[in-house]
């Protein structure tokens, strides 16, 4: 099997921050395709069964309903999974796989939508031919859906416990009086986004004081954003010290004592 050109793709924050994601390959993203197809083939099915009666009146139009049926099933049931599961399907998450914006930024809606439209060029002539050709000749194995879309297709692997001791917070964490807030916090991040973080503080003494602060902000404001905990559990707390407990929050197992 042929390999994309570049394995990983690098991506680098305004700030200065750069990471790294591993692209997926042809292999992965197939084998998540037949889940998903199976998925569909089965709901599809079920649906068209009460479509049956229509088969003693007109078989072309039961064809055409057929066909209608899956087309918008399929497409509808990726774009929905998709925007829901933050660029994931059933078939990417058994093979720990996401779609992402090509340049590490939050995936869109629309380009949700342009990615799994482009999916029926991408089956031509047959069996996803022109796609797996594109992704040959991609520097980072897209096919002519993500190419349209400016989206790419990475591995998802469980995040790895961090070096704690450089990144717990200085003073208690009270986030921890809230264990089912960092509950609902551990299931909203994404490996990518707790990586992004992760990064972000280890390497806090080699950021300008100036791109850090603005970074720091960001990305707390977009923690915050994930889950909200009460104004009591933030107050006072710089960007970074919100981001300490974050990562505290994350990493801390379930029950562990305060």
């Known amino acids: 099997m042929i390999e994309p050109?570049?394995?990983?793709?690098?991506?680098?924050?305004?700030?200065?921050?750069?990471?790294?994601?591993?692209?997926?390959?042809?292999?992965?993203?197939?084998?998540?395709?037949?889940?998903?197809?199976?998925?569909?083939?089965?709901?599809?099915?079920?649906?068209?069964?009460?479509?049956?009666?229509?088969?003693?009146?007109?078989?072309?139009?039961?064809?055409a309903i057929s066909i209608l049926t899956f087309f918008v099933l399929n497409t509808g049931y990726n774009i929905l999974l998709e925007w829901i599961w933050h660029g994931q399907?059933?078939?990417?998450?058994?093979?720990?796989?996401?779609?992402?914006?090509?340049?590490?930024?939050?995936?869109?809606?629309?380009?949700?939508?342009?990615?799994?439209?482009?999916?029926?060029?991408?089956?031509?002539?047959?069996?996803?031919?022109a796609g797996g050709a594109a992704m040959l000749f991609s520097r980072h194995a897209q096919r002519l859906g993500d190419l349209a879309a400016n989206t790419v297709v990475v591995h998802t692997p469980t995040p790895k416990q961090p070096d704690l001791q450089q990144l717990l917070p200085d003073k208690y964490n009270s986030f921890r009086s809230y264990p089912h807030l960092e509950a609902r916090l551990r299931q909203q991040v994404s490996p990518v986004e707790v990586a992004l973080l992760v990064q972000a503080?280890?390497?806090?003494?080699?950021?300008?004081?100036?791109?850090?602060?603005?970074?720091?902000?960001?990305?707390a404001d977009h923690f915050r954003e994930q889950v909200a905990f009460p104004e009591e559990a933030s107050a006072g707390l710089t960007d970074e010290q919100y981001l300490r407990n974050t990562v505290d929050s994350i990493f801390r197992k379930s029950g562990e004592a305060n």
């Open 89 to 129: 399907t059933l078939g990417k998450f058994l093979l720990k796989i996401r779609v992402m914006d090509a340049q590490g930024l939050r995936l869109q809606f629309s380009q949700i939508v342009m990615r799994n439209l482009m999916r029926t060029v991408d089956m031509l002539p047959m069996l996803y031919l």
């Open 5 to 63: 050109r570049n394995a990983t793709l690098a991506v680098r924050t305004p700030e200065g921050v750069e990471f790294s994601l591993l692209l997926a390959g042809p292999s992965a993203r197939f084998l998540a395709w037949g889940i998903d197809f199976g998925v569909t083939l089965v709901v599809a099915l079920v649906v068209l069964t009460t479509f049956s009666i229509l088969q003693s009146f007109s078989g072309d139009l039961t064809t």
């Open 201 to 219: 503080l280890m390497r806090r003494n080699e950021l300008d004081p100036d791109a850090r602060v603005a970074l720091y902000r960001e990305l």
